[in-house]
């Protein structure tokens, strides 16, 4: 029997860096490209003292890229889910892709997590039931060379009030609904 669903599942680690804008901002560019994407956003902490600034840290990265980049009526079919895990960022993230079935995970390959040999990203390859996305550092090049020129033209015509050309935004509508927290991979956090 197929377990399918038929919202595109989107894990997104964040490590709470500078980057981190980074990696969510990719992710939010796979997200566009589906009609009913659910995103997990997942933080992963060594303690509970971290949970509740942890937790506050990615509800305001994740209301603020999502604002500045999807326009409200584009996100009414929209889940974003909020999880702050503790443990090994890798073993958390994966675990969390296999519980929500995930079709993608998208994680940095720098910021806080980023350590000398075998980094995050490398150990979650191994162990990921999915594909995953590698963000690497920012590159020394303008923004044209890295994204669909349409949809950096759409920016540059708006200044900013939207990311995506209509090939990349769709015809369809969303909104944010935000859920998720320590307690239970998934328990409010607002």
């Given at each position: 029997m197929s377990t399918a669903h038929t919202r595109y599942q989107l894990v997104i680690g964040l490590d709470r860096s500078e980057h981190a804008d980074g990696v969510l901002q990719h992710a939010l560019d796979q997200a566009?490209?589906?009609e009913h994407p659910t995103l997990h956003v997942a933080t992963v902490v060594g303690s509970a003292t971290e949970?509740?600034?942890a937790g506050q840290t990615i509800v305001e990265m994740t209301r603020?890229?999502?604002e500045d980049a999807i326009p409200a009526e584009r996100r009414a079919d929209w889940t974003v889910l909020l999880h702050v895990l503790r443990g090994n960022p890798e073993e958390e993230i994966a675990e969390?892709?296999?519980?929500v079935h995930a079709d993608l995970i998208v994680v940095g390959h720098f910021g806080l997590h980023h350590s000398r040999g075998a980094g995050i990203a490398d150990r979650l390859?191994?162990?990921a039931d999915c594909p995953v996305l590698v963000v690497g550092p920012p590159r020394d090049t303008t923004a044209s060379d890295r994204q669909c020129p349409a949809c950096v033209a759409v920016r540059e015509d708006t200044d900013g009030e939207?990311?995506?050309c209509k090939r990349h935004?769709?015809?369809w509508?969303?909104?944010l609904v935000i859920h998720g927290g320590p307690a239970d991979r998934g328990g409010a956090l607002l």
């Open positions: 566009v490209r589906h949970e509740t600034r603020r890229n999502l969390l892709a296999a519980e390859l191994s162990l939207e990311w995506f935004h769709g015809e509508s969303g909104h």
